[in-house]
Antibody, heavy 120, light 113 residues
């Protein structure tokens, strides 16, 4: 069965950096696009970034463009999110989600999330 | 960016009774391939989101048939034919037609009266 396990969250000061990981299993990771989606405490869902199956194309929300970088290592079945210049408004639970690889990317499986808190 | 709105934002329901959530988009969600990329997600308390419905009306595997999706263009509806206790949570619509970005509605909180 598909499993997505996020890690790397924690408390970081404003302006700091953090790298999140998402370990995938139960499917052929290298064949599927992947997303990061976040949810601020008590708030709704916000899409953050998407990467194609082979890493050839990456897409970002305007709110993180230039600060966050999505990447993947298909040999390790792992998705990453490098977060730099963190702000208080980046505080959220970060979920990775699998794309079922349709014409338009979608979200068919989600991980359990990892909490990032940006605070001094 | 496409703006998604939902109503109501809070929906108290009686067990066994039907429930309906409306979702509207600021632009038509019909894609160039003729499909409409409108999804519904359920987020139970303390859990990750789970996709229930994709492309307006297609139920995901394992989703009870009491859940149904309908609509077209800019107006969409999620219906629960008979609410059960396990249906408590927040429901989000989301559009993929005009990506990036993918945009979610604000969520509708369903709880039991």
């Amino acid at each position: 069965q598909v499993q997505l396990v996020e890690s790397g969250g924690g408390v970081v000061q404003p302006g700091g950096s953090l790298r999140l990981s998402c370990a995938a299993s139960g499917f052929t990771f290298s064949s599927y696009g992947m997303h990061w989606v976040r949810q601020a405490p008590g708030k709704g869902l916000e899409w953050v970034a998407f990467i194609r199956y082979d890493g050839s194309n990456k897409y970002y929300a305007d709110s993180v463009k230039g600060r966050f970088t999505i990447s993947r290592d298909n040999s390790k079945n792992t998705l990453y999110l490098q977060m730099n210049s963190l702000r208080a408004e980046d505080t959220a639970v970060y979920y990775c989600a699998k794309d079922p690889t349709m014409i338009v990317p979608d979200f068919d499986y989600w991980g359990q999330g990892t909490l990032v808190t940006v605070s001094s | 960016d496409v703006v998604m709105t939902q109503s109501p934002l809070s929906l108290p329901v009686t067990l066994g009774q039907p429930a309906s959530i409306s979702c509207r988009s600021s632009q038509s969600l019909v894609y160039s391939d003729g499909n409409t990329y409108l999804n519904w997600f359920q987020q139970r308390p303390g859990q990750s989101p789970r996709r229930l419905i994709y492309k307006v009306s297609n139920r995901d595997s394992g989703v009870p048939d009491r859940f149904s999706g309908s609509g077209s263009g800019t107006d969409f509806t999620l219906k629960i034919s008979r609410v059960e206790a396990e249906d408590v949570g927040v429901y989000y619509c989301m559009q993929g037609t005009h990506w990036p970005p993918f945009t979610f509605g604000p969520g509708t909180k369903v709880d039991i009266k």
